[in-house]
């Protein structure tokens, strides 16, 4: 009679055995003393192994990584950055917004006045013409009113950000 | 948080709780230490690796492809980590030592005062503590952190095969001695 391999035993073991070699295995085991011990050590073998338990570090060990994250946390700049981009940007577009109401309510002022416009009474060059006229158009401060919203709602989101990472 | 799994914690995590990634470290750091503990045989050493590796996951955890368990992905920076380890202490002798060498010639050390241990099971910890590394971690990867052959091919960056093979050596070579020293029935 040929006894059961260790190979065969292992492939038992990792789930690889067809359903003809379990049979033909539960056969043998049946009629085999000497197969039946092996199959019985390495199953003892098994569940010795799988019941080691793991074991523990020490208890300060979360709070040791958790200190050690806390400046990867602030360095890496997941608020830092992104905040004073969005601040600087939030500015920028609320002067822009300011500059063109300011400028196309001066300019509305001087014709109603019948005067002439700011930027005629003004020895502007037509370089700075072109940019008051634009600055001053709809279309620009729209642009610039839908800007700085998005910035606004960009900076308070980081600040909620700054803010959990402040009580962390 | 027993019941939120890894991903929603990951998830919290990315969106800015970063207090949460204590809970995977509460729910790893244990198995890995296990795990480190059996590859470094040091508890201290053990316990540095096991917070770089918390570093270096937490690091790089926005760039987890979620392709895999967070588990194998995390025992992969386990094992890698601690091979650099083995390797900066004594990178020829150990790569030598442990490439898939054959367990031919290796032998468990001496047993102190085996029917005098409180704990059975401490002896079947010992006896997978002294396997070389490689063995270790296939034996711990398998049988406690229950990853599959293929998962742990994953995490050792080897073959399917290499795993079979070394964690069948490893195995036979544990039921032998168990066997050889009639510690099968001690150990219950």
């Known amino acids: 009679m040929t006894h059961l391999s260790d190979e065969l035993l292992f492939r038992e073991l990792t789930g690889e055995l067809s359903d003809i070699e379990k049979n033909e295995l539960k056969l043998h085991l049946e009629q085999c003393a000497e197969c039946r011990t092996l199959h019985q050590n390495y199953i003892k073998t098994d569940r010795l192994i799988m019941n080691i338990e793991p074991p523990e570090v020490s208890e300060e060990f979360t709070s040791a990584v958790m200190n050690r994250i806390k400046p990867v ?27 063109g109401y300011l400028i196309s309510n001066m300019n509305q002022g001087s014709r109603e006045g019948g005067g002439e416009s700011v930027f005629n009474s003004v020895d502007f060059t037509g370089y700075y013409e072109k940019i008051g006229a634009v600055i001053s158009s709809q279309a620009f401060q729209i642009v610039s009113m839908v800007l700085f919203f998005g910035f606004a709602v960009g900076l308070f989101f980081t600040y909620e950000k700054f803010r959990k990472l402040k009580s962390y | 948080m027993k019941n939120v799994n890894d991903f929603e914690i990951i998830d919290s995590v990315i969106a800015g709780n970063h207090s949460d990634y204590r809970f995977l ?18 508890d201290a050493d053990a316990e540095e690796v096991l917070q770089d590796c918390f570093l270096k996951a937490y690091k790089n955890l926005s760039g987890f492809n979620r392709k895999s368990k967070f588990s194998t992905w995390f025992f992969r920076i386990v094992y890698n980590t601690a091979l650099n380890r083995i390797n900066s202490a004594a990178r020829k002798q150990e790569k030598e030592r442990t490439d898939l ?6 032998h468990f050390g001496e047993q102190d005062n085996l029917s005098e241990l409180e704990e059975k099971k401490e002896l079947i910890t010992k006896l997978v503590n002294q396997l070389p590394p490689k063995y270790s971690a296939v034996v711990t990867l398998f049988y406690v952190e229950e990853q599959t052959i293929e998962e742990i091919a994953g995490i050792m960056n080897m073959t399917e095969s290499n795993v079979k093979v070394m964690l ?9 001695y168990i066997t050889q020293n009639n510690l099968e029935g001690e150990l219950r």
């Open chain 1, 73 to 99: 946390i602030i360095r890496s700049g997941i608020s830092t950055g992104r905040f004073l981009t969005y601040l600087s940007l939030t500015f920028v577009t609320l002067f822009s917004v300011l500059a």
């Open chain 2, 101 to 106: 060498e054959s367990l031919d010639n290796f």
């Open chain 2, 25 to 42: 470290i509460d729910r790893y750091k244990n198995k890995a230490f296990g795990m480190l503990r059996r590859m470094l045989r040091n």
């Open chain 2, 168 to 176: 069948f050596r490893a195995r036979k070579s544990l039921k032998d």
